[in-house]
């Protein structure tokens, strides 16, 4: 049967109750302490302490404070006045039944309302969650079609510009065929003109020649017919060079505008590549994707060669540093080789990439609180670990390992538990 305790004191004002019970051994951990707006109760066994208070109290903001062998309540009143007793006199049992009873059942439906509060405020948590990834799919959207729309543009005013500079070049070869060919037709009137006056002027001499004979006025038609002929075009060789091509479909059945985006993007993806990080050239092409450098990161790290593990979740980050995964198993190894502030800095990054934090992400948020926390406590920081493991305990309540290793933190850092 518990013992009562009687050899309490109390004072008030006409806004607070002050109430100071002796209990020797009690701490935090042991003492369960009840209050409604009614009723009192302390429990450490043995010892019982409970009160029914004359006047309502506020207990939502009355306090208590647990030490030196004694627990101090501080109680506000609802309403303002001074008590001539603090518990009600003359409470028979059947009237103190009724109040615990009663004190119990409000109990249970104040928690019950929290409990509805916290899941209410949970869903409207991850509807707002949903609300804000969506608004940052929407954007991504919208900036890979913007980014898209620039690309055809501009793809388009090269073509435009392209064919321009075409359409000059041609205009300038037809400009300067034309003086070629004008110049030739004046060059071969004027051969016309030379001719005719030089048969003119022969004819006159053949009337006068009339000594004569065929044989000599043949061979003079014979060369005047040879220089009546206009002389040769000279030789020439125009060299054509047509544009090499990617694709093998002909232009007319081609997209320009979508090959050439393609081939643009193709070559930034290499220089980034082959350029940006040397450590590159020596692997071959499936070897310079992240997820398999995060395989290979992980093969390593379970054969507990962690040095090599960190390399290749290094080389994986720089090819892509928004996986939170790889910053995460870094946090991992920094942690299995001592490096702590190493493996506090990677898992705030992967913290901050895992946002916003939804379902999905969940057991990523946990692991990163859990090995920051760890890290924490081994540089003895101990009430920034406990931080992180209560944020751990809040995504995943029910994981007993996250409990246990909590309430040594907690012991720890209430000074009853000593450090190993």
């Not at 609180?369 to 029910?398: M, N, W």
């Amino acid at each position: 049967m518990p013992l009562q305790v009687s050899d309490y004191t109390w004072q008030q004002t006409k806004t607070s109750v002050f109430i100071s019970v002796p209990l020797r051994g009690v701490s935090v951990r042991d003492a369960d302490v009840f209050c409604t707006e009614n009723y009192l109760k302390v429990n450490f066994p043995p010892f019982l302490f409970e009160v029914f208070l004359c006047a309502p109290i506020d207990d939502e903001n009355s306090k208590a404070k647990i030490g030196n062998d004694t627990i101090i309540f501080t109680l506000y009143k609802k309403e303002v006045a001074m008590w001539e007793t603090l518990s009600l006199p003359g409470v028979e049992k059947e009237m103190m039944q009724r109040i615990r009873e009663k004190s119990i059942l409000q109990a249970q439906e104040r928690a019950k309302e929290a409990t509805e509060a916290k899941a209410a405020a949970r869903r409207e948590d991850q509807k707002y969650a949903l609300n804000v990834m969506m608004q940052i799919e929407e954007e991504e959207r919208k900036k890979i079609e913007d980014m898209k729309e620039n690309e055809r543009m501009k793809a388009t005013k090269e073509l435009e510009a392209w064919k321009e500079c075409q359409r000059k070049a041609e205009e300038q070869k037809r400009i300067h065929r034309e003086e070629k060919f004008c110049e030739q037709e004046k060059q071969i009137e004027e051969e016309r003109k030379k001719f005719k006056h030089k048969s003119h002027t022969r004819i006159s001499a053949s009337r006068n020649l009339a000594t004569k004979g065929r044989n000599s006025e043949n061979i003079f038609l014979e060369k005047l017919k040879e220089n009546s002929i206009p002389a040769p075009r000279s030789v020439g060789s125009i060299k054509i060079n047509f544009t090499p091509r990617v694709f093998p479909t002909a232009l007319r059945e081609s997209q320009v505008a979508e090959e050439e985006e393609w081939l643009h993007k193709q070559a930034e993806a290499r220089r980034a590549l082959n350029t940006d990080i040397p450590e590159l050239s020596d692997l071959k092409e499936e070897e310079k994707n992240p997820e398999w450098l995060k395989d290979k990161g992980n093969k390593l790290f379970a054969t507990e060669n962690y040095l090599a593990a960190i390399n290749a979740y290094n080389l994986a980050i720089r090819l892509n540093n928004k996986i939170p995964l790889l910053y995460l198993n870094r946090a991992a190894c920094h942690l299995k080789l001592k490096n702590l502030h190493k493996a506090i800095e990677d898992s705030s990054k992967a913290l901050e990439l895992l946002t916003p934090p939804v379902a999905d992400n969940a057991n990523g948020r946990m692991k990163a609180h859990i090995r920051r926390g760890t890290a924490f406590c081994q540089l003895e920081l101990y009430v920034e670990g406990l931080q992180d493991y209560e944020a751990a305990l809040k995504i995943d309540p029910s994981n007993e390992i996250v409990q246990n290793d909590a309430e040594k933190i907690r012991n720890i850092i209430q000074g009853t538990e000593l450090k190993s």
